[in-house]
């Protein structure tokens, strides 16, 4: 594939990720997490501590994060579980990543709601800022990936950057969200609609108006 990400050199993650260790918060998180599990059953928290070990990461690199295989072997060795059960998980969930990624790591949804929606419009501001699928554009601001279903479907086309979900896109909110970040400002997530506020029809209800408008008490007549 040839937007298919590059693993980077194992002897240079190595040597830059070879003796990491959690920050003193962190340990702090980690062990708070590993305590919500029975003893024994400390596996469980693989994944809250996979994504704390990204965040951290990408604190040390100013980005959105990533996990390279030593800091997945600390993990798993935290929970005494072999190494591949750990990266099995972090394989398996794309909330993970492999590769180094920029400072905004941009996930447009294409999945079929969202390109019968204009997906392609959101693609196309994308690419026409420099990005190309599966890359990091060269000052490391923004990485580019194409995903499937993001579970947003009414409120569609959408992308979610780093934590946040942005909805109800077309060419030109998607411009004014990537101009925002690049200038260093937090645009308004969710829907970008003027009347919408969460995912109610856009200009109002259009089914049971009357209940919706009325404060009559439905519950007296059951």
Same mark, same amino acid.
């Given at each position: 594939m040839a937007d298919a990400p590059q693993i980077p050199d194992e002897?240079?993650?190595?040597?830059?990720?070879?003796?990491f260790a959690w920050t003193a918060e962190n340990a702090e998180k980690a062990k708070a997490v590993i305590a919500r599990y029975?003893?024994?059953?400390?596996?469980?928290a693989v994944m809250p501590l996979l994504d704390l070990a990204q965040r951290q990461v990408g604190a040390e690199t100013q980005t959105q994060g990533w996990l390279p295989v030593p800091v997945i072997e600390f993990v798993a060795a935290q929970l005494d579980m072999p190494f591949m059960r750990a990266y099995e998980?972090?394989?398996?969930?794309?909330?993970?990543?492999?590769?180094?990624?920029?400072r905004y790591h941009v996930q447009v949804c294409?999945?079929?709601?969202?390109?019968?929606?204009?997906?392609?419009?959101?693609?196309?501001?994308?690419?026409?800022?420099?990005?190309?699928?599966?890359?990091?554009?060269?000052?490391? %601001?923004?990485?580019?990936?194409?995903?499937?279903?993001?579970?947003?479907?009414?409120?569609?086309?959408?992308?979610?950057?780093?934590?946040?979900?942005?909805?109800? %896109?077309?060419?030109?909110?998607?411009?004014r969200i990537l101009d925002a970040?690049?200038?260093?400002?937090q645009?308004?997530?969710?829907?970008? %609609?003027?009347?919408?506020?969460?995912?109610?029809?856009?200009?109002?209800?259009?089914?049971?108006?009357?209940?919706?408008s009325s404060n009559h008490d439905y519950r007296k007549e059951w």
């Open positions: 002897a240079e993650t190595r040597a830059r990720w070879g003796a029975p003893a024994g059953r400390q596996r469980s998980v972090a394989t398996f969930y794309t909330m993970y990543n492999l590769v180094p990624v920029g294409g999945t079929t709601p969202c390109l019968l929606r204009g997906s392609d419009d959101v693609m196309a501001a994308c690419k026409n800022r420099g990005m190309t699928k599966g890359k990091t554009t060269p000052d490391g %601001l923004f990485t580019l990936t194409e995903v499937e279903c993001m579970g947003t479907c009414t409120n569609a086309p959408m992308v979610q950057i780093n934590d946040d979900n942005y909805e109800d %896109l077309d060419y030109d909110s998607t411009v970040l690049a200038a260093g400002e645009p308004k997530a969710g829907t970008q %609609l003027a009347n919408r506020h969460t995912s109610e029809p856009d200009g109002g209800p259009t089914t049971l108006k009357e209940m919706v």
